[in-house]
């Protein structure tokens, strides 16, 4: 059974930073692109990061870019992390944040090209 579960979201100022986990298990997540997805209220999910099958190349929105870091581990007892590691957040990065893999071979920015998708983490910034 494949699983994607983020941890990490939270109430922070702004100007604070979180880290963002998944956890992803059932499939070998070392062969899939991982990224990073958020939905803030009434708008639609936009592309976050995110990081190649390797590790060794990383995508990032321009409004994120110097900001926010995206890296993942190899697996440990089956399950793969990935990590967003958000600093100088400011109050227009509130959303829902999800995790999801993709087959893909180069990383890609669009949602479609995703083929599992976690339940999300609420991150909240207060101004």
């Known amino acids: 059974q494949v699983q994607l579960v983020e941890s990490g979201g939270g109430l922070v100022q702004a100007g604070g930073s979180l880290r963002l986990s998944c956890a992803a298990s059932?499939?070998?997540?070392?062969?899939?692109?991982m990224g990073w997805f958020r939905q803030a209220p009434g708008k639609e999910r936009e592309f976050v990061a995110a990081?190649?099958?390797?590790?060794?190349?990383?995508?990032?929105?321009d409004s994120v870019k110097g900001r926010f870091t995206i890296s993942r581990d190899s697996a440990k007892n089956t399950v793969y992390l990935v990590y967003l590691l958000m600093n100088s957040l400011k109050p227009e990065d509130t959303a829902v944040y999800y995790c999801?893999?993709?087959?893909?071979?180069?990383?890609?920015?669009?949602?479609?090209?995703?083929?599992?998708w976690g339940q999300g983490t609420q991150v909240t910034v207060s101004s």
């Open positions: 999801a893999a993709a087959t893909v071979t180069i990383a890609s920015r669009r949602s479609d090209d995703y083929d599992y």
């Open positions: 059932g499939r070998t997540f070392s062969s899939y692109v």
């Open positions: 990081i190649s099958r390797s590790g060794g190349s990383t995508y990032y929105a």
